[in-house]
Structure formats: structure tokens, C-alpha cells
Nanobody, 120 residues
């Protein structure tokens, strides 16, 4: 599976962005998908995940209620809708794919990352 993340950019605090992650391959629908982020000088952290069917979603406490993960298996794409953005959301965001059917997911494939910058 090859993953291509896009949709990052510069936004003011309180604004919104939608990230997309397009996957190649015919087996996209069999993978759970996740979003992670890494801020400068910090370790990569989990943001959100969605099961292969889209029926289950999981969020880090720091984004719960503000971010929404979704997927369109017909388009081989997973999304991360980010609302009420804060400066501390500034990071490079990565999408990842896991063959697991239930958490904890182990991610075998990673995209290249897209920069999100939130100004105060």
C-alpha cells in the first residue's frame, strides 16, 4: 500500500482544514487507517484511527470533539477533518495503514506527511 497525504497548510487559530490520504492498491478497504503527527522537537503521536469498515473510530484526547476521521473505500481515501484548530496542533501529519482488525493497530505503511501550521 502506498499512501499520499495532502491538504495541509497555514490556518489561523479557530480555523479548519481537511487532510486527505489517498492509497494505492485494491486492498485499501481491508486496512485500518490512522493519522499521526509530529511537532518539531517532539515524538510522533497518535491522532486518530478508523477501522477497515469505518464503523469504529478512535481519537487522542487532545483532538476529541474537534477532529473527525472518515474514509471512503470506493475512493481509497481517508480524511481528517480538523476544526477549532489551535497553535499546538501545528505539526507534520502522517497517515498510516494497518492490516489489523481491531486495536491496538500496528501500522505497516506510512505516507510522506503534510505540514499543518496554525497561527495564533
Amino acid at each position: 500500500v502506498q499512501l499520499q497525504a495532502s491538504g495541509g497548510g497555514l490556518v489561523q487559530a479557530g480555523g479548519s482544514l481537511r487532510l486527505s490520504c489517498a492509497a494505492s492498491g485494491r486492498t485499501f478497504s481491508s486496512y485500518a487507517m490512522g493519522w499521526f503527527r509530529q511537532a518539531p522537537g517532539k515524538e510522533r503521536e497518535f491522532v486518530a484511527a478508523i477501522s477497515w469498515s469505518g464503523g469504529s473510530t478512535y481519537y487522542a484526547d487532545s483532538v476529541k470533539g474537534r477532529f473527525t476521521i472518515s474514509r471512503d473505500n470506493a475512493k481509497n481515501t481517508v480524511y481528517l477533518q480538523m476544526n477549532s484548530l489551535k497553535p499546538e496542533d501545528t505539526a507534520v501529519y502522517y497517515c498510516a495503514a494497518s492490516p489489523g482488525y481491531s486495536p491496538p493497530y500496528e501500522y505497516d505503511y506510512w505516507g510522506q506527511g503534510t505540514q499543518v501550521t496554525v497561527s495564533s
